[in-house]
């Protein structure tokens, strides 16, 4: 499996562009600078197939109209999020910021188990720093993009609307069921491992006890 990725925006939020098959690839996240993100799923050789979102905050979304308007993509979102995703825009403005409204056209709804989309991913919903949040695992890889679950060294914040401390906490200790040799990709920061998480972050290591 082949993984790219570029941080966009002023929150340096991490893209994806992931396949097997450079006929079907997908694109993780897309989260801003339009232009520049596009040029760089030019020059990949790849042509995705869909956009697969982890959650709905504007960060990784503002970039959604525009890779649905050139590539002409479905987009796949936890029915959960859709609230969120709707008001992507006006909570961008609320940071100074500004972000193309992403389409709702284009959504379809993402449930747990196997996805069609890509390299065979399992979606698993993953609750806590926002309503609808999910990963995307690859077992053959020993791959998870989990968005703003998990950083190196940290977790997501549960200070937002729709977050919740006791959901972010079950959905930690669900993410440490996969293999410890996992790679996480995350929504910010370098990517990581649960190995090196399990030993030095000290969240993980407070819930998991």
């Not at 479905?74 to 709707?86: I, N």
């Not at 959504?107 to 747990?112: P, T």
């Amino acid at each position: 499996m082949r993984i790219e990725t570029r941080a966009f925006g002023p929150l340096q939020a991490n893209a994806y562009l992931v396949w097997d098959d450079p006929e079907r690839a997908v694109l993780v996240d897309p989260g801003d600078e339009p232009e520049r993100l596009l040029a760089w799923v030019r020059g990949s050789g790849a042509r995705p197939e869909a956009v697969l979102l982890t959650h709905a905050h504007f960060d990784h979304v503002g970039a959604v109209r525009a890779v649905v308007e050139a590539h002409d993509l479905p987009v796949l979102l936890h029915p959960a999020a859709r609230p969120v995703y709707e008001r992507a825009a006006a909570a961008a403005m609320r940071w100074g910021l500004f972000i193309d409204p992403p389409p709702t056209a284009a959504l379809l709804d993402l449930a747990e188990g196997p996805l069609a989309y890509g390299p065979g991913f399992e979606v698993r919903h993953l609750p806590g720093h926002c309503p609808g949040h999910v990963a995307f695992y690859q077992a053959g890889a020993e791959a998870v993009f989990a968005g703003d679950l998990l950083f190196a060294g940290g977790v997501g914040r549960w200070d937002l609307p729709g977050a919740n401390l006791d959901d972010l906490k079950r959905s930690i200790r669900r993410l440490f069921e996969l293999p410890e040799a996992t790679r996480v990709y995350p929504g910010h920061g370098p990517a990581t491992t649960l190995a090196a998480e399990r030993r030095s972050n000290p969240f993980v290591q407070d819930w998991l006890g």
